[in-house]
């Protein structure tokens, strides 16, 4: 038997996380059994569904890497779902039947399923036996007109011509499986297996919804992150290997799943945890993929070929789990902000405030450094060689003393890169500049206090 899933999402808005990973789960288990995954659009509520969701759906697919073998949309099934009502109604296992529309007083036909009355019996895969007593359903609607099958008759139909082995979804749909499996057998169809897979809930654990702060997948494309890091984290939600890895390839988690291991409880979607993940991925990128994924969240004022560009490219790395951290590094409260100008300080902020004679060792401290980091040519002006210049001279006279000042003079800021970083960014004539700058501004005070005092 060759397997054969889908992902069915009606193109009714955005999906979040949650129908991706049931997507995932669908996807991971028919590449595991050498089968093949299908895309069906189910787009039968003609008024909500749109072009513009399904379009997002195949977009979000595709940045996800679920490559599927067939696409279908249930908008181009409509003949053939009238001919399986038409046969249902001919043997007598379906009716039309005229009810009143209850707010305009009028009436109008719908066609019911006569419901055989029985008890439905099926395994799930990740739940087990669910014993379902169908008398409650009674007679259910299947279409409201030939022509407009609802979603229990066109999944079914769909679900049994396409050969789907495997129906994967979400716990959601538990209660309308019973329906469905009594359409099958009503209409002649082997029925398949079924696997619910437990809902994804917010930190709160809430149903995770856009009410809780879900966003659609391709959103987290926007904020730059990795689909890698996205498909790991998701195929994590519910199920884990034997050995607990978190980390794992696209082709582990295919080799390693099992539907079997997917976990009853709802799973939590956390995006702390989504972070983690993505930096784990970030690292990993070299400095070419790196530097081109980067660009789009980069400040206008960074040019692509800047010298400083190259230098900050792995600062950043180190700094972010996610593209979307970028722009705020550079922002007047993050720790790169000095890279672009010399933020306006306090002259008071430059000496060490434990050192004695505060100004004084300042003034002393920042002359010995400049003439230190002005003997290095500069290639050599990168952290190593600028800490290896200055340490020394550092430890011996004190570090907050001589590196307190340095990094003020440096950046103006007390959260930035420590100062040998900072002035390797900076690059030599800046570093030099802004040193110069900070003494002509301690000296000028030394000696009007000299003056006043
Ligand atoms: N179209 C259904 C939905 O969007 C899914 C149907 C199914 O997976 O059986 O919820």
Known sequence: MKVITRFAPSPTGYFHAGSYRT???SYIFARQQGGRFVLRIEDTDRERSKKEYEENIVDSLKWLGLDYDDFSRQSDHTANYRKHIERLIANSQAFVSAEKVAA???????????NPNKVVVFNDLIRGRIEFDTTELGDFVIAKSLDEPVFHLAVVVDDAESGITHVIRGEDHISNTPRHILLYEALGFPVPS???IPLLLATDRSKLSKRNGAIPVTEYRRRGFLPAAVVNYLALLGWHPEDNREVMSFAEII???????????????DEAKLRWFNRQYLLQLNEADFSEAVQPFLPEWLSVKSPVLKRLLPIIKDKIAAFDEVPALFEESGELHFVRSLPAYDL??????????PTATAIKHLTEAKRLLHILADIEFDANTIKDTLWPYAEAQGRGDVLWPLRIALTGQDKSPDPFVSAAILGREESLKRLDSALHRLNTQESQSLKHG
């Open 348 to 357: 008071a902020k430059l000496p060490w405030k434990k050192s004695t004679e």
């Open 23 to 25: 997507a995932l789960f």
């Open 255 to 269: 080799k390693d799943f099992s539907l079997e291991r997917v976990q009853k409880a709802g799973a939590i979607f």
């Open 194 to 196: 079924y696997a619910h």
């Open 104 to 114: 305009a007083g009028e009436r109008s036909e719908v066609i019911r399923f006569k």
